[in-house]
């Protein structure tokens, strides 16, 4: 999460320099008369997902019992794995902006683009007395597994990189304060619908993931009303409504499937983190 807080600190500090405009010439006075305006973004974005447990892997609908001197299913359904997300990496959003005034404190914005990420997911082992399902013991995303200790977990013994290129279609309301000379505050809220692209129906990865995803969103920004152009910081924060947990393969010694990594999951929503720069 480094590139998170160093990209936010670099936005703090632009936008510093653009509060010394307040006491300037205001810019665009008549920006606010326009019904619709058109423009672009470019931004940074973080993605993650949350995690939630089975009491048991047996406890899994699809869970298929280990016979004994079976070697299709070669495992023990005791173990307790918990998936995480061990290493994010900043990725790239591009889009285009679509935005109709509705109030003067107002607007609902569509804003249809593209975002690139990868996050990767590691599995641990932990000792079997870990109940992974009590309260606060899964925290999800990045970090330990809350309520272990660093002794509790005893191995990752696999891991792999969980890329998603998204088609965003984000709906969001911006509430805007009164604009001082050139500098305006808002937040915004709203929901976005995500088709990720690299999705696969096949068992390459050991978790398969769905390809639609619903989020609910918020987030903090500024406006900045230069000469030309007007200049938009903001961050924001997406939460999936949905687990994007796809189907769980039938073991065979074809498709090389470990059904260990794959029973304990009950959900898995995805989480994203963006940083956005707009010019209207």
């Known amino acids: 999460m480094k590139g998170l807080f160093l990209a936010i600190l670099i936005s703090l500090g632009f936008s510093l320099n653009l509060i010394a405009q307040w006491k300037e010439v205001p810019n665009l006075t008549t920006y606010g008369k326009r019904r619709i305006h058109f423009g672009f973004f470019l931004g940074t974005n ?21 016979k004994p ?6 495992y023990d359904p005791n173990n307790y794995i918990a998936a995480e997300v061990s290493s994010i990496k900043p990725g790239f959003t591009v889009g285009i902006i679509t935005s ?11 804003l249809p683009g ?6 990767m997911v590691s599995y641990p082992f932990y000792d079997k007395g870990l109940d992974l399902s009590a309260p606060g013991v899964v925290s999800g995303g990045t970090g330990a597994v809350g309520g272990a200790s660093s002794s509790s977990k005893i191995y990752t013994p696999y891991s ?23 500098f305006r505050p808002y ?15 096949d068992d390459a990865d050991m978790v398969k993931l ?15 009303f230069l000469q030309f152009f007007k200049f938009s910081g903001e961050l924001r924060y997406g939460y999936g409504l949905n687990s994007v947990l796809g189907d769980i393969p039938s073991p065979s010694p074809e498709n090389d499937f470990d059904p260990q990594y794959m029973y304990p999951l ?6 994203i983190v963006s940083l956005i720069f707009y010019f209207e």
Not at 160 to 182: E, H, M
């Open 160 to 182: 792999y990189i969980a890329k998603s290129t998204y088609i965003d279609l984000p709906l969001l309301f911006k509430f805007k304060a009164q604009r001082a000379v050139n």
């Open 100 to 110: 109709l005034r509705l109030y003067s404190w107002l607007n609902v914005r569509f």
């Open 210 to 224: 769905k390809s639609l995803s619903y989020f609910a969103e918020v987030g903090i920004g500024f406006d900045s």
């Open 266 to 271: 009950k959900s898995l929503r995805p989480q």
């Open 46 to 66: 973080f993605m993650d997902f949350g995690f939630s447990y089975y009491d048991k892997p047996s406890m899994n609908p699809n869970y298929v019992a280990r």
């Open 114 to 119: 593209m975002s690139f990420g990868e996050r």
């Open 187 to 201: 937040l915004v809220a709203g929901g976005s619908c995500r088709i990720d692209l690299e999705t696969r129906d």
């Open 69 to 74: 001197g079976d070697p299709t299913l070669n």
